[in-house]
């Protein structure tokens, strides 16, 4: 059964700043990863998909790449800003399997 | 844009009651999701639904049934509210074509069981 582990669980950081989200999957066969985005008490959004041919997806200040051979993937989110304040979450799907598995996420802190 | 709509974004219920929680997509999705959120525990499948009437058992089904009669709605159901139901429940939508398949999700209703 896949499992996803993000780390750091929580990340407090200073304005300004680039910062790395980190995403693990137990199995590496990941066919589509997703990184979604969280406010309190709100739905997820989603920022970034890498479909099975990618290897990478960039939106504005936001870089997302995945390793498929070792089923990792990295958020990469440049010249932090406050309203980037939220829990980021990753998911990923396998080959003829479309439900989303979830890591538990990463919440973070942007010190204005 | 992909709009995943929940019914409620809180409510309140009391132990025994059956409770529904629908959502509805506009943008003709074949897949359809449940989770559960909880913290510490994340995300959670409870059901799946990939065509009208088609669904699938998650990770965590016991206690829900869920009801897919046309394509943009699938309504969640607790057949008999209990306290341990208590959580945030997500709803979401996914077209899978060519090998591309992103999600969609609702707002989130606030499920309290007292």
């Known amino acids: 059964k896949q499992e996803v582990t993000q780390i750091p669980a929580a990340l407090s950081v200073p304005e300004g700043e680039n910062l790395v989200l980190n995403c693990s999957f137990t199995d590496s066969a990941i066919y589509n990863l997703q990184w979604f985005r969280q406010d309190p008490g709100k739905g997820l959004t989603s920022l970034l998909l890498i479909q099975s041919s990618q290897r990478e997806q960039t939106s504005g200040r936001l870089n997302a790449s995945l390793d498929k051979s070792s089923g990792r993937s990295t958020l990469y989110i440049a010249a932090s800003q406050p309203g980037d304040s939220a829990t980021y979450l990753c998911?990923?799907?396998?080959?003829?399997?479309?439900?989303?598995?979830f890591g538990t996420g990463t919440r973070l802190t942007i010190i204005p | 844009d992909v709009k995943v709509t929940q019914s409620s974004r809180y409510l309140v219920k009391r132990t025994g009651e059956k409770v529904f929680l629908e959502c509805v997509q506009d943008m003709d999705h074949e897949n359809m999701f449940w989770y559960r959120q909880d913290p510490g525990l994340g995300l959670r499948l409870i059901y799946f639904s990939y065509d009208v009437k088609m669904k699938e058992k998650g990770d965590i089904p016991e206690g829900y049934s869920v009801s897919r009669e046309k394509k943009e709605r699938f309504s969640l159901i607790l057949e008999s509210a209990s306290t341990n139901q208590t959580s945030m429940y997500l709803c979401?939508?996914?077209?899978?074509?060519?090998?591309?398949?992103?999600?969609?999700f609702g707002q989130g209703t606030r499920l309290t069981v007292v």
């Open positions: 998911a990923g799907t396998n080959f003829g399997n479309e439900k989303l598995t």
């Open positions: 979401a939508s996914s077209l899978v074509e060519g090998g591309f398949a992103e999600a969609f």
